[in-house]
């Protein structure tokens, strides 16, 4: 789990180095911009607007030699559900680097099971929680050559500037 100021410690369900990231939205900059075309992204797929204010801030997380994410969910939202407002309903994955051998996100509970394997920094991998959450359950294996990191970005309808993503917390 991160302990911040660059350090790691381990838990149960990963091993990683873990920093948030605040987009200043009023600045014009690679990550306001890579974020709205996230937001943009999202709100496509997912058929409704996902607006960009009041999030959670992006997780970076960097994986060395060794370090995993074991299985887990991100949210049990589901954008047909007005009582889950607030709820996390996707996420998206956008590689920064790509382990030389290992370090795949896999979805263990699929039928048949998925393995995503980046080839390049910049593949990106989007997913939501419904219809069927448990089928979000998902891992990053083990990296066994090189390094692995990603920028995750977690999703929720629902949220304001007044009623930010920590209220539903």
Known sequence: VGTGGGKT??????ETLTHNIFINW???NILSQTGSALFDLVSELLGTEVGYEAQEPI?????????EYRPHQDGSGDKYNPKLL??????TLVYCEAAIKGGATVFPQGNPPLRFQPANAGDLLFFEY?????????????????EKSTF???????????IPWDNFE
């Open 86 to 91: 607030g709820k996390r309903v996707a996420t």
């Open 59 to 67: 997780n970076f997380l960097h994986y060395v030699k060794g370090y």
């Open 26 to 28: 009023d600045q014009d």
């Open 130 to 146: 419904a219809p069927n959450p448990m089928l979000q359950t998902h891992a990053a294996c083990p990296v066994l050559q090189g």
């Open 9 to 14: 410690s381990t838990s149960p369900g990963r």
């Open 152 to 162: 995750t970005q977690w999703y929720r309808l629902g949220v304001t500037p007044t």
